[in-house]
């Protein structure tokens, strides 16, 4: 599994991971942020402030990754996208304007280059 955000998928599984990886760092930068801003958030989870070493030299609290990475495992584990997209009926346009109606206009026998 690729993190390089830029990467093409190939296959569903692949996307799945990549959306979960995605919102683990987006709510990892959102939780730090609440942290740093909103001193009741901070004070909640001060008692985590056990420090992980990320990268060399790095080290961040406990209280600011773990509640990323339970929220993050949570949505892939649920596909919370695919849930948002059922209820906004995107992937339904999307499977009927770009995969469908061009296989239905495709003539009888020919192939998809």
């Known amino acids: 599994m690729s993190l390089n955000p830029f990467s093409t998928v190939n296959d569903y599984s692949s996307m799945l991971n990549k959306i979960g990886v995605s919102t683990a760092f987006l709510l990892f930068g959102a939780t730090a942020l609440l942290r740093w801003q909103i001193q009741s958030v901070d ?40 849930l948002v997209s059922d209820i906004l009926r995107i992937r339904h346009c999307f499977d009927v304007e770009y995969v469908l109606l061009p296989f239905a206009l495709q003539p009888f026998g020919a192939q998809a280059k």
């Not at 985590?48 to 609290?61: A, R």
Request: proline share 10%; net charge positive.
């Open 43 to 82: 004070a909640f989870l001060k008692p985590i402030s056990i420090s992980v070493p990320i990268m060399s030299g790095l080290n961040v609290p406990l209280g600011t990754i773990l509640p990323a990475l339970l929220i993050g495992l949570a949505c892939r584990v649920i596909k919370l996208h695919d």
